[in-house]
Each structure stands twice: as structure tokens, then as C-alpha cells.
């Protein structure tokens, strides 16, 4: 589904919502491979916490890593190595991701899957040359990519979280379902709904904070805000930071992919 101006920003929203004193959260909108604009938008972030307060920071990665971006690879082993650094984070599985890691494991008809979400990006990525994904069954490609994923990838993403609720914040990668309590929600939804989510004006119990859903800007509404900007495509990266009831975005920008001429969830 091609989505170019979703929405536009509703009426401005009295910042009611607060984070815990002494804490700072900044989230990150989807990445999808783009592991140039991941090492723009880390270095943003330090820069930006340089010039506030000392606080507890956490940063939350909303999901999708992987698929239509150049290097998901890459964006792995970045993210791997700063949990190993010491950085508090939390990574949520994206719906791309959750595919991926079925795939990886072995699982054909996710392999199936994944080649016709911009999965062949993320195939590539491991080693396997066009030429043979060209040319490989899917049996044959779910076996090549099962040998080529490393165990500690395999690891790390199965160890991501179905989302986070930090003060009267949730985070999840694509939304929830109205009227059903957080708890409750189905791993279904959080990495999947879209248009019962985004249309609803039904307070939720906590400010969703999402991506999976991309726009031209930053997406605020009276219950939801979506930070997905389409980075693989027009190379805009976006995060939030939230600290008391502040609330703020950060962005990297970079070249625009001419392989995507059009933003698709």
C-alpha cells in the first residue's frame, strides 16, 4: 500500500503526558537497513543529550530493522554492538523482522514471504549474490540464508520485546487494537494493524508512540504519534525524545534511495 501524505498533523496537543523524573527516552522510527542514517541518528542523540541534564537515558528501537534498505546486516551488528557498549535500549520486532527471523530459522513459506516485502535487500546482505537469489527455488534460498545468518542474529532477535510502557507512554512497532487493554493486545496487532489504528480517535491507555506506518512528517494525534518516515526510501530517519512532559524529534538526513521512487509500507 503506497502512502504519501497520510495525514497531516491534527491540532496541537497539551504535553499531559509525562515520563518518570529523572529519565529520558529517545525512540527510533523504523530503520529498514539503513545503516547510514543508524549511525547519523546515534551520534544526534549523543549530541542532543550532551546539551541536557544528566539523566537515566533508555532508547527504544520501534522494530523493522531489516528488508528494502541497503545493508540490514549491518544494522544488526550496529545494534548488537551497542548493547555490548553498555547503552540501555530496548528493540521491539517489527513485523519485517518477525518474517526475517522465521525465515532465517529455516521456515519457507517466510521465506516466501520476505522475497515480496524488500526482503531481497536483506538476503543480499549476508552474502548471497544476486546471482544466486536469482537463480535459487525457494527451498534452495531458505536453506543458503539459514547457513549464511549468524546464531548471535539469530539471538538477538528473538530476544526483542512485543513493546514497552514507560510513564504514560506505550511503544510498539505498528499500533493497537481499539478498546482492548494493552495486555491483551495480539502479537498480531502490535506488529501488524494498520487502518483500525490509525483511524481511531479512541484514547488509549497510554500515548502510543509507533512506526510501521510511514508519512511525510512526524504523525501527531491526540492518542498516537508516528515517528515512520520512510527512511529507506527518502532517507529521513526519525526519533522522539521525552523527558517530564518535554517531548521533542530528532532526524538524520541522507541520500534518498532512487530504487524506492515511492514511500510503501
Not at 495525514?7 to 527516552?25: C, E, K, L
Not at 545503516?35 to 541534564?53: F, V, W
Not at 525465515?103 to 514471504?113: N, W
Not at 529521513?236 to 521525552?242: C, E, S
Amino acid at each position: 500500500m503506497v502512502i504519501k501524505r497520510l495525514f497531516r498533523r491534527s491540532a496541537p496537543v497539551a504535553h499531559a503526558h509525562t515520563i518518570p523524573d529523572g529519565h529520558r527516552i529517545y525512540a527510533v522510527g523504523d530503520l529498514h537497513g539503513r545503516l547510514d542514517l543508524l549511525e547519523m541518528l546515534l551520534g544526534e542523540i549523543r549530541r542532543d543529550e550532551a546539551c541536557r541534564p544528566k539523566a537515566r537515558t533508555l532508547v527504544i528501537f520501534l522494530g523493522d530493522l531489516v528488508d528494502r534498505g541497503p545493508d540490514s546486516r549491518g544494522v544488526i551488528e550496529r545494534l548488537i554492538r551497542l548493547r555490548e557498549e553498555g547503552t540501555e535500549a530496548k528493540f521491539l520486532l517489527g513485523n519485517h523482522d518477525e518474517v526475517f527471523l522465521k525465515a532465517a530459522s529455516g521456515d519457507l513459506k517466510a521465506t516466501r514471504m520476505l522475497t515480496r516485502i524488500g526482503g531481497r535487500e536483506t538476503i543480499l546482505s549476508y552474502g548471497i549474490s544476486p546471482e544466486e537469489y536469482q537463480s535459487c527455488d525457494f527451498e534452495e534460498l531458505t536453506k543458503m540464508l539459514a547457513g549464511k545468518v549468524p546464531a548471535r542474529h539469530i539471538e538477538f532477535l528473538s530476544s526483542f520485546d512485543d513493546y514497552a510502557e514507560v510513564g504514560d507512554y506505550l511503544f510498539v512497532h505498528a499500533g493497537v487494537r481499539p478498546g482492548v487493554a494493552i495486555a491483551e493486545q495480539s502479537l498480531a496487532d502490535l506488529r501488524w494493524i494498520r487502518h483500525e489504528f490509525l483511524g481511531s480517535k479512541v484514547s488509549h491507555e497510554r500515548l502510543v508512540i509507533h512506526g510501521h506506518s510511514i508519512s511525510d512528517e512526524v504523525d501527531v494525534r491526540s492518542n498516537r504519534i508516528g515517528i515512520d518516515t520512510g527512511a529507506f526510501a527518502s532517507g529521513r530517519l526519525t526519533a522522539i525524545g521525552l523527558e517530564g512532559s518535554d517531548r521533542w524529534f530528532l532526524a538524520a538526513k541522507g541520500p534518498a534511495d532512487p530504487r524506492w521512487d515511492r514511500l510503501s509500507d
